[in-house]
């Protein structure tokens, strides 16, 4: 038994079947999907949105993890949990009052999660730790997959792993980009509970 939380990335699947991506997720023993909601303007390119959670959100009961990276995260909040999300995680960087944004997400009885980019540093979330259910640390640039993992940013697991103990919270840390069979025990060891994959998990080649 995994002492983490596998969550493949659609973002990774073949956008032609994705029931099919859903069938594979759930038969690795999967707990969460990873569902990867780009604007255009957050990031470059548009992935999918709340037509396609929505569409998915009948064919399996595994926790919908939806990553917003978008701008003005909070006009997406209301819409993406009538789809059918279960955490919903915005970008610090996408947001000017993220205290608001993540009382929204809880008004509506969701997970809360927030994410930061590789450069932006653990101190600048530290005052919403108490308020989060997750935390998301980038270890790529967000809004492409395939990429390869900094190492650099793994170390901002091992400081949220230090804060939450220090202040005995209770959030999840997760960690996005790059992990695949020869990185993912680093990430493990840094105390991620979450691994966010997709190239590698439907490659066949991380589990």
Known sequence: ???????????SA???????AVKMIEAKNAQFIHIDVMDGSFVPE???GQ???????PLTELIFDV????????RQIESFAQAGA???T???ESSSDCASVIDKIHALNKKA??????KTSVDKIENYLSKVDLVLVMTVEPGYGGQKIIPECVEKVSELVELRRKHNLNFKISVDGGVNENTIQSVIDAGADVIVSGSAFFAGRLS
């Open 67 to 74: 990553h917003l990276m978008v701008d003005n995260p909070e």
């Open 86 to 88: 279960d955490y919903i």
């Open 14 to 20: 073949d956008f032609s079947d994705l029931k099919s």
């Open 90 to 92: 915005f970008h610090l």
């Open 46 to 48: 548009i992935s999918y």
């Open 113 to 118: 999660g927030i994410s930061i980019k590789p």
């Open 1 to 11: 038994m995994n002492n983490y939380i596998l969550a493949p990335s659609l973002l």
């Open 51 to 57: 037509p396609v959670v929505r569409s998915l959100r």
